[in-house]
């Protein structure tokens, strides 16, 4: 009799093991899946690019394009975007940089997904929806501008890690702004900043290093 419960009780300690055991196998595999560490963001300093580990939130705003519709920034999520702080009254900086945009575009394999650009006005003043209109117009269809509150813009700028500032020379209005790239992701999130000098190659290379870090770390997650 004692036998009997001897064996009973081994048996049920070894079955008590072996399913201690199978628990702590499929809870370590279901933690592993869960809290992969992200893929760290790729090294692009030969293409005078940061990308961020963890992409910064922009500032809320309430701003208008060039059709005149309003413009916030729930909208610029669901794709990515160049964004770029100047103006169109600007002689040099801001037509060379407008201009690497699209060759840029050009460039960009069709196997990426199709990102739009945006020209963050600093001269709100001058810069109404039409002008811009007219200016981001003659660089292709994906080009696009915002204008509005000046107070608004510079916030905004400032969250696009750039600034802008105004000033008088014989009684004309010059603004000095920055001359990077702002790269947006789909969820509206500052992803990237390229850094002049800009070379259109380049652009479209970090563009796709980029989008193939994030794509990889976002399957990572889902997977």
């Known amino acids: 009799m004692k036998t009997s419960s001897s064996i009973r009780l081994t048996l049920f300690c070894l079955l008590l093991v072996v399913v201690l055991i199978f628990g702590l196998v499929v809870g370590r595999q279901v933690f592993l899946v869960g809290n992969q560490e992200p893929i760290p963001a790729p090294d692009l300093r030969d293409f005078n ?48 940089a407008m201009a690497n945009l699209r060759q840029t575009d050009q460039l960009l394999s069709s196997e990426l997904p199709q990102p739009e650009y945006l020209l963050v006005s600093a001269d709100p003043e001058h810069d109404t929806p039409e002008k811009l209109d007219a200016y981001t117009g003659f660089f292709g269809e994906h080009f696009h501008g915002l204008t509005g509150d000046l107070d608004t813009l510079r916030a905004l700028a400032k969250s696009l890690s750039a600034v802008f500032v105004h000033r008088e020379v014989n009684g004309e209005l010059m603004v000095d702004h920055s001359g990077h790239f702002a790269l947006l992701n789909p969820d509206g999130e500052l992803a990237a900043v390229m850094q002049p000098p800009h070379n259109p190659h380049n652009l479209a290379e970090a563009f796709k290093r980029i989008y193939q870090w994030a794509k990889a770390n976002r399957d990572r997650v889902s997977s």
Not at 60 to 87: H, I
């Open 49 to 96: 690019t940061y990308v961020y580990d963890d992409p910064r939130p922009l500032t809320e705003f309430t701003l208008t394009n060039e059709a005149g519709e309003t413009v916030t920034r729930e909208s610029l999520k669901g794709r990515w975007t160049f964004a770029f702080v100047g103006y169109t009254n600007c002689p040099d900086i801001c037509p060379a």
